[in-house]
């Protein structure tokens, strides 16, 4: 069975920084691509960030680029978000999410979804 | 940037209804589209991939159709189980794109 397992999130003041983990089991890992997707509270959802299964490519939405940065130890099937720079409306449940086939491009549908990691930025 | 569109954003209906969520994209997105089903306090699932091929283990009550610019996500007979938030989204270019949701409740 596949599984994504998201952990590392969590309270923290504005302009600080946390770095997410999403490890993996059950797939090739380096075979996929992985997004970071998220949702702030009653709100829908919002693509975050996408690496491909080397990790030699990456893309960020508008809204966090230049303050986030995904990366990926396929020799530890885990996925990284490092967040600096937080801001309030970066308070969101995070989720990372499969890419629905192997090899293929970075974008594309997501077809296993962890259970999300709660990040909350407050003063 | 492609944006999408759904409509509804919020409908009821009662068990045994067949309903109709429709998503419209700003630019031609080819068939280039999947739907999701988020139930409170869960990831989201996919459904359907490729405008209107069935995710393995959905059922067969969900279906999808549309290419271009229009898309329907229908749910033949809506059981229980399926009050839940439908999201969709083109999965194919950057940046990747969801929709804004339809909440399906109970009448």
């Known amino acids: 069975e596949v599984q994504l397992l998201e952990s590392g999130g969590g309270l923290v003041q504005p302009g600080g920084s946390l770095r997410l983990s999403c490890a993996a089991s059950g797939i090739i890992f380096s075979s996929y691509a992985i997004s970071w997707v998220r949702q702030a509270p009653g709100k829908g959802l919002e693509w975050v960030s996408v690496i491909s299964g080397s990790g030699g490519n990456t893309y960020y939405a508008d809204s966090v680029k230049g303050r986030f940065t995904i990366s990926r130890d396929n020799s530890k099937n885990t996925l990284f978000l490092r967040m600096n720079s937080l801001r309030v409306e970066d308070t969101a449940v995070y989720y990372c999410?499969?890419?629905?086939?192997?090899?293929?491009?970075?974008?594309?549908?997501?077809?296993?979804w962890g259970q999300g990691t709660m990040v909350t930025v407050s003063s | 940037d492609i944006q999408l569109t759904q409509t509804p954003s919020f409908l009821s209906a009662s068990v045994g209804d067949r309903v109709t969520i429709t998503c419209r994209a700003s630019?031609?997105?080819?068939?280039?589209l999947a739907w999701y089903q988020q139930k409170p306090g869960k990831a989201p699932q996919l459904l359907i991939y490729a405008a209107s091929t069935l995710q393995s283990g959905v059922p067969s009550r969900f279906s999808g159709r549309g290419s271009g610019t229009d898309f329907t996500l229908t749910v033949s007979s809506l059981q229980p189980e399926d009050f839940a938030t439908y999201y969709c989204?083109?999965?194919?270019?950057?940046?990747?794109?969801f929709g804004g949701g339809t909440k399906v409740a109970i009448k």
């Open positions: 630019q031609d997105i080819s068939t280039y």
């Open positions: 989204q083109h999965p194919n270019t950057y940046p990747l794109t």
């Open positions: 999410a499969k890419a629905l086939n192997p090899r293929g491009a970075p974008f594309d549908a997501l077809d296993v």
